[in-house]
């Protein structure tokens, strides 16, 4: 059974799957629909619509208050490049793995490149301590995504000689 968190997450994505890129909603209204404190939704927006996994969140408080969500635009060139200052010197664990639900949300990669982009990331595998591991991270991180642009570009001249 999914948690309140989840379900709110789950919501808020539906109403982008309707084609908008741009969500204007109430905090409190949103609140009362789920009947949670207005804090679970503000829960929910910072921790799961974050830049890294694609969302930029606006709030104007007060009476007459909103909460704007933008989803970002992805062209797959532009948006690895973005990625890799994104990640810039130093990345926690939360955010790369965000960042790489949001590349798999948005087919820039496969489910089978996120599994592997996972598993080089983890804190397990990058048995050092902070923050030189959140650096390696970081290096690692922008390696694979920089790995995936060269193929991308291969890719192209590959299919522009077999015309």
């Known amino acids: ?53 694609g969302y ?13 969500i933008k989803k970002l635009k992805i062209r797959d060139d532009e948006f690895l490049r973005e990625i890799i200052d994104i990640v810039g010197d130093s990345i926690t664990s939360s955010k790369a793995v965000g960042l790489v639900q949001f590349m798999l949300e948005e087919g820039i990669i496969s489910k089978r490149e996120a599994e592997l982009f996972n598993a080089v990331i983890n804190r397990k595998n990058l048995d050092i301590p902070l923050p030189e591991r959140d650096r390696l991270r970081a290096r690692l991180l922008k390696a694979m995504v920089a790995a995936l642009l060269g193929h991308e570009e291969e890719k192209g001249e590959e299919d522009y000689e077999m015309r």
Not at 36 to 47: F, G
Not at 56 to 68: K, L, P, T
């Open 1 to 53: 059974m999914p948690n309140l968190a989840d379900v709110i997450e789950n919501f808020i994505k539906a109403m982008f799957q309707e084609g908008k890129t741009i969500l204007e909603i109430q905090r409190n209204e949103l609140a009362s629909k789920f009947r949670c404190a207005p804090s679970q939704i503000n829960y929910v927006l910072t921790t799961r619509f974050t830049v890294e996994r």
């Open 56 to 68: 930029i969140v606006e709030s104007r408080r007060g009476g007459g208050g909103y909460i704007r």
